[in-house]
């Protein structure tokens, strides 16, 4: 009976510590492989996971919350996606957390804004405003804003013209903190550097939310004029539309549960 009773305990013992190979352990960008991925759908991370990560079953989410949903669910393994919209993820989302690796620090990316191929005066306008708002403080303002919450400083109010001149900024509303939605109201780094962009140009700024995979398409279409949208300038995105100089650096992460 002793003897039968001890069998029975290493059989449960073993069967409960077989449970354990099969647990998700994600470190480093090397342990994604042959694993369920979640991104956003038209993203530097997406473009990441098809190109480097072997085996991977890819989840293409039309925005970020639709990743961490899968996530949470446990319909994906992990997310990859860009730094700072993470980070403001994981700071509202219970049980998630960063996973940082140093091959995506050593290729970091710039963010620009995208407008359409030719359109050179528009494209020199967004440059001299970038360099204006960097030199005389208002871009660290906007930095400490949105980036920074714990700095107490305030999103800048930006005086809106009395002109009839509209300016279209095509974005994705789902990418905190460079735009994100608040009381019906599309905000976000982004959004103020487009107001700054709109101010230089005597023009009202109106704001076009669409899908990120969308946003190449309205500028060659001319339904937007100029897209911001934490763009990550890419070889292959550079055949497609101009690029501004960068304003942002940022890297790839991972995300997981707990």
Not at 89 to 105: A, G, H, P, Q, R
Not at 106 to 121: L, M, R
Not at 222 to 245: N, Y
């Amino acid at each position: 009976m002793k003897k039968s009773f001890l069998i029975s305990i290493a059989a449960i013992s073993l069967l409960f510590s077989g449970c354990n190979y099969n647990k998700i352990v994600i470190n480093t960008a090397k342990d994604l492989a042959g694993h369920t991925i979640g991104v956003q759908k038209g993203t530097t991370g997406e473009k990441y996971v098809t190109e480097n990560v072997a085996n991977a079953k890819i989840v293409s989410c039309r925005t970020l919350n639709d990743a961490a949903q899968e996530l949470i669910e446990g319909n994906v393994d992990a997310i990859v996606i860009d730094e700072y919209p993470a980070v403001k993820l994981v700071n509202e989302t219970k049980n998630l957390m960063i996973i940082k690796d140093k091959s995506f620090e050593q290729n970091s990316e710039k963010y620009s804004i995208a407008v359409k191929k030719g359109n050179t005066e528009l494209l020199n306008s967004i440059n001299e405003t970038i360099q204006t708002i960097k030199a005389n403080g208002k871009y660290e303002e906007l930095i400490q804003a949105f980036m920074m919450p714990e700095s107490g400083v305030e999103i800048p109010y930006i005086p809106v013209s009395e002109s009839n001149k509209i300016l279209k900024l095509g974005t994705n509303a789902q990418f905190a903190p460079f735009e994100y939605i608040i009381k019906k109201e599309v905000i976000g780094f982004d959004i103020s550097l487009g107001q700054y962009i709109a101010q230089k140009e005597n023009a009202n700024l109106q704001i076009v939310d669409m899908n990120f995979a969308a946003l190449f398409r309205a500028l060659q279409s001319e339904s937007i004029d100029f897209a911001a949208a934490a763009i990550s300038v890419t070889p292959e995105r550079e055949k497609e539309v101009d690029f501004s100089i960068p304003y942002f650096t940022s890297e790839q992460v991972i995300i997981i549960k707990k």
